[in-house]
């Protein structure tokens, strides 16, 4: 089992940039596939991106790509969403999430057993 803290939400002016940082507990991080997700007000969670743990490879819902990354550091237990040219649309909350093992790419909620609390993103214009 593992559990999610995520951290670096805030606020920001259109075209600014975050970096949100998820830390894991427990020694098998590197065999966890992890992901971000989001949550605007009044809608459902949905899927940001994800990368995989036995390739790194990256995927990305279309809205962010070309703006947003992920990436993760296994020797920190760690991954990352660097954000960057933010407008309001992506004003959520950010949710870290985890799936052990698995080939996926996996975007969908009910994919992932592990989830952070959330860290708020807010993003004015």
């Known amino acids: 089992q593992v559990q999610l803290v995520e951290s670096g939400g805030g606020l920001v002016q259109a075209g600014g940039s975050l970096r949100l940082s998820c830390a894991a507990s427990?020694?098998?991080?590197?065999?966890?596939?992890m992901g971000w997700f989001r949550q605007p007000p009044g809608k459902e969670r949905e899927f940001v991106a994800t990368i995989r743990w036995f390739d790194n490879n990256t995927y990305y819902t279309d809205s962010v790509k070309g703006r947003f990354t992920i990436s993760r550091d296994n020797a920190r237990s760690t991954v990352y969403l660097q954000m960057n040219s933010l407008n309001p649309e992506d004003t959520a909350i950010y949710f870290c999430?985890?799936?052990?093992?698995?080939?996926?790419?996996?975007?969908?909620?009910?994919?992932?057993?592990?989830w952070g609390q959330g860290t708020q993103v807010t993003v004015s214009s």
């Open positions: 427990g020694r098998t991080f590197s065999t966890y596939t």
């Open positions: 999430a985890g799936k052990l093992g698995g080939v996926g790419p996996y975007r969908q909620v009910d994919e992932y057993p592990y």
